[in-house]
T-cell receptor, first 116, second 111 residues
Framework: DAGVIQSPRHEVTEMGQEVTLRCKPI?????LFWYRQTMMRGLELLIY????????DSGMPEDRFSAKMPNASFSTLKIQPSEPRDSAVYFC??????????????FGDGTRLSIL | KQEVTQIPAALSVPEGENLVLNCSFT??????LQWFRQDPGKGLTSLLL?????REQTSGRLNASLDKSSGRSTLYIAASQPGDSATYLC??????????FGAGTQVVVTP
């Protein structure tokens, strides 16, 4: 089991640039979640997908943020244009529903994003 | 709106002592509650998941209780070890699968 794989692990870029974060969920999982973690706000859910369909994007902070899941094995979170206040650690997690119940979410190691 | 609170924010204990971490939530209509561990620079590792119909879950030295009516969960770690040093987060899940996290308790176990 390779676990949830995120790339890149670290990203440093200048404000105004487009940033794309990538996630490969665990094979067979039908839920995928994107989170953001900051010292000030802790862990916040940005968006989640079920069977590649976005279910709840109410946590996405602004229109500058967008997420896609073109297939069951890949998702992207894009920020365009990026701003310094977007600096945070972004986590992807995946999970599986069995018998109508969600199983524990498995988290990737995160992408540490710094916008200068 | 669901609010999840963890007390204390930080805790330091000598090796061998039992750890008691508290989590409270304002809306009792939860689907389940999870306890996670986060090591510096790493993602979250799920430790225990308690379904809303359960009262407790155990795994090795870890035991988590859930009192849904009072909006409380407690994580007990028996006979703490330096390797238990980490940040522990609790999170409640609503029926749609949305996780709401507490701010975490940072634990240091001194040798």
């Amino acid at each position: 089991d390779a676990g949830v794989i995120q790339s890149p692990r670290h990203e440093v870029t200048e404000m105004g640039q487009e940033v794309t974060l990538r996630c490969k969920p665990i094979s067979g999982h039908d839920y995928l979640f994107w989170y953001r973690q900051t010292m000030m706000r802790g862990l916040e859910l940005l968006i989640y997908f079920n069977n590649n369909v976005p279910i709840d994007d109410s946590g996405m902070p602004e229109d500058r943020f967008s997420a896609k899941m073109p297939n069951a094995s890949f998702s992207t979170l894009k920020i365009q244009p990026s701003e310094p206040r977007d600096s945070a650690v972004y986590f992807c997690a995946s999970s599986l529903a069995l018998g109508g119940r969600l199983q524990p979410q498995h988290f990737g190691d995160g992408t540490r994003l710094s916008i200068l | 709106k669901q609010e999840v609170t963890q007390i204390p924010a930080a805790l330091s204990v000598p090796e061998g002592e039992n750890l008691v971490l508290n989590c409270s939530f304002t809306d009792s209509a939860i689907y389940n509650l999870q306890w996670f561990r986060q090591d510096p620079g790493k993602g979250l590792t799920s430790l225990l998941l308690i379904q809303s119909s359960q009262r407790e879950q155990t795994s090795g030295r870890l035991n988590a209780s859930l009192d849904k009516s009072s909006g409380r969960s407690t994580l007990y770690i028996a006979a703490s070890q330096p390797g238990d040093s980490a940040t522990y987060l609790c999170a409640v899940t609503d029926s749609w699968g949305k996780l709401q996290f507490g701010a975490g308790t940072q634990v240091v176990v001194t040798p």
